[in-house]
């Protein structure tokens, strides 16, 4: 069965610096898929990126950058130079067949605080 | 914006009531999700709708029931709940119900059970 892990249950940082969020996953499937979503205090999850397992390049987008290492089953986040306005609840999240279920397993997030 | 839209934002009822909540999304997505999250918990899939039909229960109790009555309104009708249902439902929608599709998220009914 697939599982992802998010060890990191709070963070807290002061605006400007750098910050990494981790996510290990384990899969049996050679095909899968791997998201980050931010759900900030009004709810709503919003899609950020996603990434198959056939595609080991990194990705930057902005002020944000994602490691993924097939090596180590990891698909780490960082976000560069960070924001008040990034604080938010962060969640990795696999997509793989695992017997026609198809649908996502969600890690158990990772509440980044961004102190002013 | 968000472009699933969920309504209502809050709902109060209590334990005999029924009431309903509603979903809906005009992105042409042929799958549609409900899903339940508690506080500091990540989200749990509740029901999968693909094509207007009903492809995954979770084992979720009969006293929530989902509905979908075309391919831009999925529903959830409650009746009977319990205080331990209090949770914030999540709708969301995807293209297809591929492993690949991402799912775009309503802002969720955040709903409390008396």
């Known amino acids: 069965a697939q599982k992802v892990t998010q060890a990191q249950t709070e963070i807290s940082v002061v605006e400007k610096e750098d910050v990494t969020l981790d996510c290990v996953y384990e899969?049996?499937?050679?095909?899968?898929?791997l998201f980050w979503y931010k759900q900030p205090p009004s709810g709503e999850l919003v899609f950020l990126i996603r990434r198959n397992s056939f595609d080991e390049q990194n990705e930057i987008s902005g002020r944000y950058s994602w490691n993924f290492q097939k090596s180590t089953s990891s698909f780490n986040f960082t976000i560069t130079a960070s924001q008040v306005v990034d604080s938010a609840v962060y969640f990795c999240?696999?997509?793989?067949?695992?017997?026609?279920?198809?649908?996502?397993?969600f890690g158990s997030g990772t509440r980044l605080q961004v102190q002013p | 914006d968000t472009e699933v839209t969920q309504t209502p934002k809050h709902l109060v009822m209590g334990m005999t009531n029924k009431k309903s909540l509603k979903c809906e999304q005009h992105m042409g997505h042929r799958a549609m999700y409900w899903y339940k999250q508690k506080a500091k918990k990540p989200p749990e899939l509740m029901f999968v709708?693909?094509?207007?039909?009903?492809?995954i229960n979770e084992s979720v109790p009969s006293r929530f029931s989902p509905e979908c009555p075309n391919s831009s309104l999925l529903n959830l009708h409650l009746h009977a709940l319990q205080p331990e249902d209090s949770a914030l439902y999540l709708c969301?929608?995807?293209?297809?119900?591929?492993?690949?599709?991402?799912?775009?998220f309503g802002n969720g009914t955040r709903l409390t059970v008396t």
């Open positions: 899969t049996r499937d050679t095909t899968y898929y």
């Open positions: 999240a696999l997509s793989d067949q695992d017997t026609g279920r198809r649908a996502l397993t």
């Open positions: 969301a929608s995807s293209q297809q119900r591929e492993v690949y599709s991402p799912l775009h």
């Open positions: 709708y693909s094509y207007e039909k009903l492809s």
